[in-house]
T-cell receptor, first 109, second 112 residues
Framework: DTGVSQDPRHKITKRGQNVTFRCDPI?????LYWYRQTLGQGPEFLTYFQNEAQLEKSRLLSDRFSAERPKGSFSTLEIQRTEQGDSAMYLC???????FGEGSRLTVL | QKEVEQDPGPLSVPEGAIVSLNCTYS??????FMWYRQYSRKGPELLMYTYSSGNKEDGRFTAQVDKSSKYISLFIRDSQPSDSATYLC????????????FGTGTQLKVEL
């Protein structure tokens, strides 16, 4: 158990709907990362936070995606107007060696 | 050319075998190397973390890094059916929880 909790574990939605994922990390780690993993591929970096500041965003993070980390604690990743290509596992991670949570799996119908 | 290349497998071995999993990378600037294990529908679990050439051992697992060849390996001794999973290599320019570049993963099945 890495202590990183993600919710929901699985979300099924229809194309065009908005979805939000939440990550609750261990409080003492100030860096928090979001990755996306599609079937048969390794995780790909999306964005990361240093406390509440979002310091880097991948070009994979289109304008339909927004991530926040209010007060430097939990983080949310919202996807607006979902597309079938957004179907993936969304992973939250933190720590020097990057420990991941169990992930939130998104299925867009 | 991808930054990290990893044979996707699947790799099937009998119980007790020594397993060798490998990755190559293209950028000699990468300094930190990790191996993750991922069971189906679960998040990746960190197995090994190293930042230097040579070997690092942890129980049945040995990570090997050859920076001159840009080649990293994970060896599993006395493989067990519970080792059946996908193994992902990951590399980073710096440590400190910096962003990682992952391989595609190698699917391993250890059979009774």
């Amino acid at each position: 158990d890495t202590g990183v909790s993600q919710d929901p574990r699985h979300k099924i939605t229809k194309r065009g709907q908005n979805v939000t994922f939440r990550c609750d990390p261990i409080s003492e780690h100030n860096r928090l990362y979001w990755y996306r993993q599609t079937l048969g591929q390794g995780p790909e970096f999306l964005t990361y936070f240093q406390n509440e500041a979002q310091l880097e965003k991948s070009r994979l993070l289109s304008d339909r995606f927004s991530a926040e980390r209010p007060k430097g604690s939990f983080s949310t990743l919202e996807i607006q107007r979902t597309e079938q290509g957004d179907s993936a596992m969304y992973l939250c991670g933190q720590g020097r060696e990057l420990f991941f949570g169990e992930g939130s799996r998104l299925t867009v119908l | 050319q991808k930054e990290v290349e990893q044979d996707p497998g699947p790799l099937s071995v009998p119980e007790g075998a020594i397993v060798s999993l490998n990755c190559t990378y293209s950028n000699s600037a990468f300094q930190y190397f990790m191996w993750y294990r991922q069971y189906s529908r679960k998040g990746p679990e960190l197995l090994m973390y190293t930042y230097s050439s040579g070997n690092k051992e942890d129980g049945r697992f040995t990570a090997q890094v050859d920076k001159s060849s840009k080649y990293i390996s994970l060896f599993i001794r006395d493989s067990q059916p519970s080792d059946s999973a996908t193994y992902l290599c990951a590399i980073s320019l710096t440590g400190g929880g910096n962003k990682l570049t992952f391989g595609t993963g190698t699917q391993l099945k250890v059979e009774l």
